[in-house]
């Protein structure tokens, strides 16, 4: 199967399965051949709108020979497994963020695609946006010179959907889960590790489920600080914000944009920028790395990463005190 698309099976057809099946269409280098969701009206309706077939379960689906790899927009607590069963069954995987939410899970999803020499992705698309690769050029180059802080926000306004993303057991840390952890892939993208956490997140809300508030600071282990604000109520805004020496950049609405300010100008100036579609982008590199053996960018080792900055974030809001990440090092 070394010709055309990549053909690819999906899991998981709420909205953001929805958005990775588009991507693949728009990528031209994959496509969805086969769709598996637990509600047989869904998978139904889901295949007929994106001209692929039903598959009735999940074993269907690692069965079927004409499926190279999967993508799943699964609930977060089934992330290893589905890895773990994928990979026995020889079939690459670009699994929704977070990648797990423990790191004891991450590791044993990153071991079982190892093992079976399966490609493994997480889907950390936002580090792919046009401005946060502009800024990492920036930073190499030293035009911001050393960076002291970052700060940044991942707010939206339509609340908690109803559905498994409503439950405290798939989104322990509020808007952290899943739309937070984006901006820690991003920091450890733009300006590495980071060794402490400080986290508060809150209810306040009345008759809303789960936290509504939710802040965190960072340690890196470059001696800069950072933070990050994220909730599900107030009106959307997706910024990241690198302070150096020499420079202030900032990917502004979600990477439409970026504004930077050097040293003695008296105001940020916007940037010609040629707006990428980092999702598309995504699934391109999964399909190069499945029929070409491309190394994925943001591999399970990276997404775990990122689980271990979010369990400590989650302990830090339990105990009330800041968490060294390597508690939870993997």
């Known amino acids: ?6 053909r690819l099976g999906l899991v998981g057809l709420g909205w953001w399965g929805g958005e990775l099946a588009e991507a693949a269409r ?12 637990r509600t047989e009206s869904s998978r139904e309706d889901f295949a007929r709108r994106a ?4 598959a009735g379960s999940w074993q269907e689906l690692l069965e079927a020979d004409d499926v ?45 695609a190892d093992g079976a020499g399966t ?62 952890v984006h901006m820690i892939d991003t920091y450890h993208y733009l300006l590495g590790p980071i060794a402490v956490v400080s986290a508060s997140s809150r209810s306040v809300l009345p008759d809303q489920p789960l936290d509504h508030a939710t802040g965190l600071m960072f340690e ?12 599900h109520f107030v009106p959307g805004a997706v910024e990241v914000t690198v302070h150096g020496t020499s420079g202030v950049a900032t990917n502004r609405a979600d990477g439409a944009s970026l504004l930077v300010q050097s040293r003695g100008d008296s105001g940020p100036a916007e940037v010609d920028l040629a707006v990428n579609d980092p ?11 499945i029929r070409r053996g491309v190394p994925v960018e943001t591999d399970g080792r990276v997404g775990l990463a990122v689980t ?22 993997s």
């Not at 001209?51 to 039903?54: E, H, P, Q, T, Y």
């Not at 993303?165 to 840390?173: F, G, I, K, M, V």
């Not at 890196?220 to 994220?230: D, K």
Request: aromatic share 6%; hydrophobic share 45%.
């Open 220 to 231: 890196f282990e470059s001696g800069a600080v950072g933070t990050l604000l994220t909730t």
């Open 68 to 112: 190279e790899g999967l993508m799943l927009a699964t609930p977060h607590t089934i992330h290893a497994d589905q890895v773990c069963e994928a990979a026995a069954a020889g079939k690459h995987v670009l699994v929704e963020k977070p990648f797990t939410l423990t790191v004891e899970e991450g590791k044993r999803a990153v071991a079982a």
């Open 1 to 6: 199967m070394s010709d055309g698309a990549v």
């Open 51 to 54: 001209g692929c077939r039903a």
């Open 119 to 180: 490609v493994l992705m997480v889907g950390y698309q936002r580090r792919r946006q046009a401005a946060n690769r502009r800024i990492r050029r920036m930073l190499d180059d030293g035009e911001l010179g050393t960076v002291l802080l970052a700060s940044s926000v991942f707010n939206v306004s339509h609340g908690y959907p109803d559905t498994w993303r409503a439950s405290a057991s798939e989104t322990p840390l509020g808007g952290m889960t899943g739309l937070g």
């Open 279 to 289: 999702l598309v982008d995504q699934v391109a590199a999964f399909a190069a790395s």
């Open 26 to 37: 728009r990528s031209g280098v994959a496509e969805v051949v086969a769709c598996h969701a």
């Open 308 to 329: 271990e900055v979010f369990q400590a974030a989650v302990a830090s809001a339990r105990r009330g005190q800041p968490v060294q990440v390597a508690e939870f090092a």
